[in-house]
């Protein structure tokens, strides 16, 4: 593979490193300096993207040994950094940014973007990548043998339980109101790999834990969407939270696990779920909601997608929420910043159920008792595959790679983001 647009791309792309190399970071540049910097980089895109559109799938096969290999998104981003330098971010690169506040990074994730918006809109290579990323994680994998004999695991921010054929997984984030970062995704999937690896799990319980904030002392908190402050911070990543989010925890949630022990008639092992809203699901906290088979809410509770006032593209939200509510309210939602309280009619659109508080605890054991038949399972296959088919999926999340690498790094986000981190610290 030896198109004549590659040699042409590997010289831009050191002469813009180059120039890098002698300039303040980012934070710290002179408009003029911003300016040049933005225009050179603009090239090598430009360059990349033409390279990709026409050879995606020479390179995922390189990088894969033509599919036999099922690289995660973060190591498919290392092997092909170390086999082409000049298309995606290097090792080195990505560690000169990290440890940087948000507004003093370079952006070498636009070029991930990139990268994997060429692979994802291919339909073999993007079928192939989805695949390997409904594959269980080492970490689940590691822990597997324990969970299954004690039925119990703690990590840093969730919390996994099974009792009585279910499994419970408690968001325990107290600190920051279930605020979503890089260790909560992690977290997030393993815990989710565990209860669809379980064969004593039939249903899937997710519920906020009782709070320490101040204002929220003694109560359950669903989530507060994406931690702003650790986007600040350039804590927030777009491989490690915002794509493996998509791409790993909420896909299982839909599609199941991919493992051997799956059954000879279905692909992947997959399982029923419940959600609980306590209090708010802000944010991530709503998109988590769309995924799930029965959602139910306390009566005091609210659900909202403030994707416009933080300047972010909200996950697959705009792909699934429409699906629900039909388009005026999903851009009331998206575009506006509308919330919607659990009395409403309208959210009759997005939850399955509203009961008062003290009554959450009974109405989840009903929810997990109807979701326990052996038709769900199938009939739920069917519902997916119809209302979320898998191309369409796909091509959302390729565009959504780049866009949302973009508005990473916009400067009104970065700007919304400090003024936050500023309030709150």
């Given amino acids: 593979m030896t198109p004549r647009i590659w040699p042409s791309l590997q010289e831009a792309a050191r002469r813009v490193e180059e120039r890098v190399a002698v300039l303040p970071q980012p934070g710290a540049r002179t408009p003029e300096e911003r300016a040049e910097v933005a225009a050179a980089k603009d090239a090598v895109r430009t360059l990349r993207t033409r390279f990709l559109r026409a050879h995606a799938d020479d390179v995922y096969d390189r990088l894969t040994a033509g599919g036999t290999e099922a690289p995660r998104i973060d190591e498919l981003l290392e092997a092909a950094a170390a086999a082409f330098p000049a298309l995606v971010p290097t090792a080195a690169q990505l560690a000169a940014d990290r440890g940087r506040r948000q507004a003093d990074k370079e952006g070498y994730e636009i070029d991930q973007g990139i990268f994997l918006r060429a692979v994802l809109d291919s339909p073999r290579a993007g079928a192939h990548l989805l695949d390997s990323m409904l594959r269980p994680t080492p970490r689940a994998l590691r822990l597997l043998p324990e969970f299954l004999r004690t039925g119990v695991l703690e990590t ?27 260790q909560q995704v992690d977290d997030m999937e393993t815990v989710v790999d565990l209860a669809l690896l379980d064969p004593g799990v039939e249903v899937g319980v997710l519920r906020g834990g009782t709070m320490t904030h101040p204002r929220y002392r003694g109560r359950r908190v669903f989530s507060a969407g994406i931690n702003l402050k650790s986007l600040h911070a350039g804590d927030i990543s777009l491989v490690g939270f915002l794509l493996r989010r998509e791409l790993g925890y909420l896909h299982k949630l839909v599609r199941g696990i991919r493992t051997e022990d799956a059954p000879w008639h279905a692909r992947t092992v997959e399982k029923p779920w419940v959600a609980a809203v306590e209090t708010f699901a802000i944010g991530g906290g709503t998109q988590l909601l769309l995924v799930f088979d029965h959602v139910l809410a306390a009566s005091d509770a609210y659900l909202s997608l403030p994707a416009a006032r933080e300047g972010i593209v909200p996950g697959a ?43 959450i605890d009974a109405a989840l054991d009903r929810a997990v008792d109807r979701l326990r038949g052996p038709a769900v399972v199938p ?47």
Avoid: W
């Avoid at 009792?163 to 107290?174: E, S």
């Avoid at 629900?324 to 919330?339: D, E, K």
């Avoid at 949302?404 to 500023?422: M, N, P, S, T």
């Fill in 156 to 182: 840093a921010s969730v919390r996994l339980e099974r009792r009585d054929g279910a499994a419970y997984l408690t968001m325990c984030r107290d600190d920051c109101l279930n605020a979503e970062d890089d």
């Fill in 379 to 425: 009939n739920r296959r069917m519902l997916n595959l119809t209302e979320e088919p898998v191309d369409a999926f796909r091509r959302y999340m390729a565009e959504f790679a780049l866009q949302q690498a973009l508005r990473l790094y916009g400067e009104d986000v970065i700007g919304k983001v400090g003024r936050f981190a500023e309030k709150v610290s």
């Fill in 317 to 359: 939200g705009n792909f699934r929420l429409g699906r629900h509510t039909g388009p005026r309210i999903a851009r009331q939602v998206i575009l506006q910043g509308r919330r919607i309280r659990a009395t409403e009619p309208d959210a009759r659109l997005l939850i399955d159920e509203v009961v008062e508080p003290e009554e």
